[in-house]
DNA sequence: CTGTATGATTGTCG
DNA sequence: CGACAATCATACAG
């Protein structure tokens, strides 16, 4: 019976269902670009759907010889009632006897229905077996968040969300790609030298937004610029030799941490 | 097909 | 529980 709950859970033996793709679309809707997530995981249902299909109708076509089966032997042994005595406690025996037959059958059947669905979970679920790239957007926004950052990369719980909700990844994705991404960037620093100084340059004109904006709050006037809209031209300096030469030990101190609060 | 990039998992440590 | 390090397994480019 646990076989019959599980295959229950799985959605197999349970209803038809149709509100479970609507919140796949709505999800897949909410996330905009990006339907990484859910186009596997519509492949999975249509996996899932045709082993439904196929047990169901193995099922029926079981329960339909059983009947037929029942029905057979009913017929016989009215045959032979008319020769000899037959007790309705003999029919009734030989009923249960069909049916126990053909219900171990349907265990086989259920029991190999959920074995099937368990590879479909083990091939399809592990996000480590199918794995897919984070969008170029999504890369983005955490990339530039890590550098903007380098100093002390780790993003708090609420930062975590917030990147998550921007990325439509979920929080543990984005605890993952820190991870990844500072055992990586220390591991070999030349390495990531080029992405370090294009996202500490593109940061550093939104930082121009707001420094520009700070400037015309306070009185002076430049000639091209009345509000936020438009953008600086490049006035950014940028060492080629060493753009980013903090230490990248973050682990035990955090004194290069004060200095570059730039959280506007 | 081969090498690299990359997201996820596992085990260890504090 | 979170960070780190090593590792896995796939994606992707050459």
């Known amino acids: 019976m646990r076989l019959d709950n599980m295959l229950l859970a799985e ?20 996330s905009g670009g990006s339907s990484d997530n859910s186009i596997e995981h519509s492949d999975y249902r249509a996996k899932l759907t045709q082993i439904r299909q196929i047990y169901h109708t193995e099922l029926e076509k079981y329960e339909q010889a059983c009947n037929e089966f029942t029905t057979h032997v009913m017929n016989l042994l009215r045959e032979q009632s008319r020769t000899r005595p037959i007790s309705p406690k003999e029919i009734e025996r030989m009923v249960g006897i069909i049916h126990r037959k ?34 170029k957007q999504a890369t983005e926004i955490l990339n530039e968040y890590f550098y903007s950052h380098l100093s002390n990369p780790y993003p708090s719980e609420e930062a975590k969300e917030e990147l998550a909700k921007k990325c439509s990844i979920t929080v543990s994705q984005v605890s993952n790609w820190f991870g990844n991404k500072r055992i990586r960037y220390k591991k070999n620093i030349g390495k990531f030298q080029e992405e370090a100084n294009l996202y500490a340059a593109k940061t550093a004109v939104t930082a121009a937004h707001a420094v520009a904006a700070a400037v015309q709050n306070n009185q002076t006037n430049s000639p091209t610029t009345p509000n936020s809209g438009t953008y600086p031209a490049r006035a950014i300096k940028h060492p080629e030799g060493q753009s980013v030469k903090e230490d990248p030990r973050w682990r035990p101190s955090e004194f290069g941490r004060a200095e570059e609060a730039a959280a506007p």
């Open 102 to 135: 053909f219900s171990s059958i349907q265990m086989q059947l259920k029991q190999s229905t959920c074995e099937a669905v368990m590879i479909l979970r083990s091939r399809f679920l592990d996000a480590r077996r199918k794995r897919r790239n984070f969008s």
């Open 11 to 30: 959605g197999v033996s349970g209803p038809e269902k149709g509100g479970g793709s609507a919140a796949a679309a709505a999800a897949a809707a909410a």
